[in-house]
């Protein structure tokens, strides 16, 4: 299994930029699939980001495109979520989750795709 931290929320003017972290340890971060979802109030958590083990691939949400990059340090076992332009409607507590399983670009959208979740960070987007 792989534990996850998530790091860098706080709260942000609207425009504003944040990075969020999240570490992993054990040796099979590599190996991993990575995402990030957001659950703002409310019983679901949305998909915002995913890149494959590699870095090769990434997926973004409609609402998160062009403002938000997803990338990760394999070396490091860190990804990361850069975010700017943030908006109000971006508030939410942000999760990093991992999977071993193959990439798939329908797939990286579902929660039920990732195996290993962090405790989550919050953003909050207001003046």
């Known amino acids: 299994q792989v534990q996850l931290v998530e790091s860098g929320g706080g709260l942000v003017q609207p425009g504003g930029s944040l990075r969020l972290s999240c570490a992993a340890s054990?040796?099979?971060?590599?190996?991993?699939?990575m995402g990030w979802f957001l659950q703002a109030p409310g019983p679901e958590r949305e998909f915002v980001a995913a890149?494959?083990?590699?870095?090769?691939?990434?997926n973004y949400a409609d609402s998160v495109k062009g403002r938000f990059t997803i990338s990760r340090d394999n070396a490091k076992n860190i990804v990361y979520l850069q975010m700017n332009s943030l908006k109000p409607e971006d508030t939410a507590v942000y999760y990093c989750?991992?999977?071993?399983?193959?990439?798939?670009?329908?797939?990286?959208?579902?929660?039920?795709?990732?195996?290993?979740w962090g405790q989550g960070t919050r953003v909050t987007v207001s003046s």
């Open positions: 054990g040796r099979t971060f590599s190996s991993n699939n």
């Open positions: 890149i494959s083990r590699g870095g090769g691939f990434t």
């Open positions: 989750a991992a999977t071993g399983g193959s990439w798939s670009g329908d797939g990286c959208k579902k929660q039920d795709t990732y195996a290993n």
